[in-house]
């Protein structure tokens, strides 16, 4: 069974710095998605980065990027020259593309706060 | 181009009633999928839907239900309401094509259940 593991419950950091939100996976599927999510206290989603398995290169979104190591199926997400409005809740999420759909799993989570 | 909407964003039933949320994907979007978020259990995926035709379904009681119209305007409803239906739902919709992967979010329904 596909699980998404974020062992990190809450990260602080200082503004213009940089971050790193760390995402473990497990599946047996060997095509596959990775993705990070920002969730601000409003309740939107908001999608950040995608890492497709096959992907050879590490993902890159304006600030932020994602830190994939596929042997060791890790997918942490770096923010980089942290901002205050990066404070929100943080989600990785993984969803099985070898059979079709859209039907992905979200870890539990975590909350960034970035102080001034 | 407009985002996906739910309606109502926000709402009060009591346990043992039924609800029916709504959602109107981003036009020309054809895969919608649904997901519970609790504060105990995270974020959960209840359905998709694709041209009319459930896809995937995650492991929620059949109290849970949902369907897709010909315009990819879906629905979910929810029977005999538990106090533990209390939740954000917060509905998907997808381009579908080989190169898609993006999943765009509503503002989610608000449900409380007393």
């Known amino acids: 069974a596909q699980k998404i593991t974020q062992t990190q419950p809450g990260m602080f950091v200082q503004e213009k710095e940089a971050v790193t939100l760390d995402c473990t996976y497990d599946?047996?599927?060997?095509?596959?998605?990775l993705f990070w999510y920002k969730q601000p206290s409003s309740g939107e989603m908001i999608f950040l980065i995608y890492?497709?398995?096959?992907?050879?290169q590490n993902a890159t979104e304006g600030r932020y990027s994602l830190n994939f190591q596929k042997a060791r199926k890790s997918a942490n997400l770096v923010i980089s020259a942290s901002q205050l409005g990066d404070s929100a809740m943080y989600f990785c999420a993984m969803r099985d593309e070898s059979t079709g759909g859209f039907k992905t799993i979200f870890g539990a989570g975590t909350r960034l706060f970035v102080k001034a | 181009k407009a985002g996906v909407t739910q309606t109502p964003r926000y709402l009060i039933k009591t346990r043992g009633q039924q609800v029916t949320l709504s959602c109107s994907p981003i036009s020309g979007h054809r895969s919608v999928s649904w997901y519970q978020q609790t504060p105990g259990q995270g974020l959960q995926f209840l359905f998709e839907?694709?041209?009319?035709?459930?896809?995937n379904k995650g492991n929620f009681p059949g109290r849970f239900s949902g369907r897709q119209f010909s315009n990819s305007r879906s629905e979910m409803n929810v029977s005999t309401l538990e106090l533990g239906d209390s939740a954000l739902y917060l509905c998907a919709s997808s381009l579908v094509s080989l190169s898609s992967y993006e999943q765009y979010f509503g503002p989610g329904t608000r449900l409380t259940v007393t």
């Open positions: 599946t047996s599927d060997p095509s596959y998605g």
């Open positions: 890492q497709g398995s096959y992907d050879q």
């Open positions: 839907y694709f041209s009319e035709t459930q896809r």
